[in-house]
């Protein structure tokens, strides 16, 4: 089977800065894939690449979502990309403050709608029936992650754990093949942490997609990975399993620290 996404030597050069060295990396449908390493390592650069946010100075990204032809996004502007299914959160939480919690999931749904401008000021039936799909789906996502008590709230006013999960459900609302999760679990305690564990396998089984995540959290890593990749100065040096991983010498000492080695 071909794989949803297909790295194949990803650089990125900032002038003179290599931010990105020949980055290989295939994710297969349904699969959870960790992508770790020290701050500064590259990895959100390595998701900016993916999603054609910057432009790779060599390489290629190849994304093949679920029934869908293979597909050179090298180039692509990023909103092709989200429309072709690839869906992304943000290290920096990047919700729209000053607009409802359903509005935020809303907006995100606008890749999948057919009316355009014409319709929108005509308004038949099909475009008022297609915004009230938009409503209750939006709704329906909010109601799947536990927000939808807060639907009429604004983002602003979330908690920061309500936050992160309220940008998982707009990159959900996209109907994406992979999903990209950049630091989900930044800012939250124990017990949010232990729900987005649960939110993550639910999202993967439920919705049939396949997960790429950059997180610093090794305990969370090790409980969803079925694999992971480790980048230091943006070049990989180690690849595999969690118990593959974590006995690699080389991530000890660049990421894990001796004490992960006891």
């Known amino acids: 089977m071909m794989p949803v996404l297909d790295v194949k030597a990803l650089s990125k050069n900032f002038g003179g800065l290599r931010a990105l060295n020949e980055v290989d990396m295939t994710i297969d449908a349904g699969e959870i894939v960790a992508l770790i390493g020290p701050n500064g390592a590259g990895k959100t650069t390595f998701f900016n690449c993916i999603t054609s946010i910057y432009t790779p100075t060599e390489g290629t990204v190849n994304f093949t979502p679920l029934g869908k032809e293979r597909t050179l996004v090298n180039g692509m502007k990023p909103n092709l990309v989200t429309q072709l299914g690839m869906a992304r959160t943000f290290q920096n939480i990047r919700l729209f403050k000053n607009m409802t919690v359903l509005e935020n999931v809303m907006i995100a749904r606008h890749c999948r709608t057919k009316a355009g401008i014409l319709g929108a000021l005509l308004r038949p039936p099909s475009v008022v029936q297609e915004e009230r799909e938009i409503v209750q789906r939006s709704y329906d996502l909010l109601k799947y992650i536990g927000l939808h008590k807060l639907y009429d709230e604004q983002a602003s006013n979330l908690s920061y754990g309500a936050q992160r999960r309220l940008e998982i459900a707009r990159a959900l609302a996209t109907e994406p093949s992979l999903l990209l ?23 993967r089984k439920e919705f049939n997609v396949a997960i790429l995540l950059i997180e610093h959290d090794m305990s969370l890593v090790m409980k969803l990975s079925e694999r992971i990749y480790v980048m230091e100065y943006g070049c990989l040096i180690s690849q595999g399993t969690p118990e593959e991983v974590r006995k690699d010498p080389r991530v000890i000492k660049a990421y894990l620290g001796e004490d992960a080695h006891a």
Do not use: S
């Open 181 to 203: 999760l950049d630091e989900p679990a930044a800012g939250m305690n124990p017990q949010e942490t232990a729900e987005l564990v649960e939110l993550i396998l639910r999202i």
